[in-house]
């Protein structure tokens, strides 16, 4: 079993739909958890970071952890064709306060807006 | 004024040729980190430092080695190039208490 998982895609979402980005992760100690973005070419740039169970928003993206499923979601609102890349869930793994900012990355998913 | 830089932004070389990759930070950050990026998009972590101390050395083969001169620079020496080296190598540097602030990558291409 992969550390974290994501749905490879890629998706397809129409301008102004809502695009839901998935990720399952293994170790059940996690902490941390991250979303970044990267735009074809580009480095990866965080976008949202969750660290409790629930819903956390910002703007139109909403981060979603559900620790006992240990499962973290993304949704991004009002899709627009610049939101077009790929995106990488993040997990710092829990190893005793020794992980020093270490995370493990999801292979990410390619998700295209088209007007 | 670019936060985290690297040099060069692209490396096409040899097999066998040594090379090697900078990575400098302006924010002050204590800790870095080398990254490798496949070609399928999949980023895995190779070396980080905390104030110029390494503190995570994944499994990398030995032809690769950090050198941290200070702790806002992060360089990666690569001996003997393989053909399977050739990816984009990110340097990222971190923000208490985690957001990583990833370089421009570099694209090494080994012929």
């Known amino acids: 079993q992969k550390e974290v998982e994501q749905n490879s895609g890629p998706l397809s979402v129409p301008e102004g739909a809502i695009a839901s980005l998935n990720c399952t992760y293994s170790?059940?100690?996690?902490?941390?958890f991250f979303w970044y973005r990267q735009y074809s070419g580009k480095s990866p740039e965080l976008i949202m970071s969750i660290y409790s169970n629930g819903d956390k928003e910002d703007g139109r993206f909403t981060a979603q952890l559900n620790k006992a499923s240990q499962y973290v979601s993304l949704l991004i609102r009002d899709s627009q064709p610049s939101d077009s890349a790929t995106y990488l869930c993040a997990v710092r793994p829990n190893a005793g306060g020794t992980s020093y900012g270490k995370l493990t990355f999801g292979q990410g998913t390619i998700l295209t807006v088209h007007p | 004024d670019t936060a985290v830089s690297q040099t060069p932004k692209y490396l096409v070389t040899q097999m066998g040729n040594d090379k090697s990759i900078k990575c400098e930070q302006n924010l002050g950050h204590d800790t870095m980190y080398w990254y490798k990026q496949d070609s399928k998009k999949f980023l895995k972590i190779m070396f980080s430092y905390n104030n110029k101390e390494l503190i995570i050395n994944e499994t990398v083969p030995n032809r690769f080695s950090p050198k941290s001169p200070d702790k806002a620079h992060l360089n990666l020496h690569i001996n003997s190039l393989e053909l399977g080296d050739s990816a984009v190598y990110f340097c990222?540097?971190?923000?208490?208490?985690?957001?990583?602030?990833f370089g421009p990558g570099t694209r090494l291409l080994v012929l």
């Open positions: 990222a540097s971190k923000a208490p208490p985690e957001t990583q602030y």
């Open positions: 170790d059940r100690g996690s902490q941390s």
